[in-house]
């Protein structure tokens, strides 16, 4: 069975930063594509960054590029997405999600075979 386990969300002002990891288990984790979607309050589930099976390609929200970096260590069975610059308008809870195979065919939900529980990052201003 599949588990995704997301830590290091928390509180923090504007123009700070955070990493997120995401531990994953169940299946061979550098055989699939990871990626991170967020969440905010009322609002669709949205994707923010994904890395193919061995980390060589990225794709980032366009509101997101050049704030935020996903990587991932095969090793450790684990995606990071390192946040910088953090605005309020990033407050989401941030979910992890294991692809259904190697590549990204597209920046969707439909791609997502798993899902982390979550969790919330808070940018006060």
């Known amino acids: 069975q599949v588990q995704l386990v997301e830590s290091g969300g928390g509180l923090v002002q504007a123009g700070g930063s955070l990493r997120l990891s995401c531990a994953a288990s169940?299946?061979?984790?550098?055989?699939?594509?990871m990626g991170w979607f967020r969440q905010a309050p009322g609002k669709e589930r949205d994707f923010v960054a994904a890395?193919?099976?061995?980390?060589?390609?990225?794709f980032y929200a366009d509101s997101v590029k050049g704030r935020f970096t996903i990587s991932r260590d095969n090793a450790k069975n684990t995606v990071y997405l390192q946040m910088s610059s953090l605005k309020p308008e990033d407050t989401a809870v941030y979910y992890c999600?294991?692809?259904?195979?190697?590549?990204?065919?597209?920046?969707?939900?439909?791609?997502?075979?798993?899902w982390g529980q979550g969790t919330q990052v808070t940018v006060s201003s």
């Open positions: 999600a294991q692809y259904r195979g190697a590549h990204i065919m597209e920046l969707t939900l439909r791609e997502a075979a798993y």
């Open positions: 890395l193919n099976w061995n980390g060589d390609i990225t």
């Open positions: 169940g299946r061979t984790f550098s055989r699939y594509a």
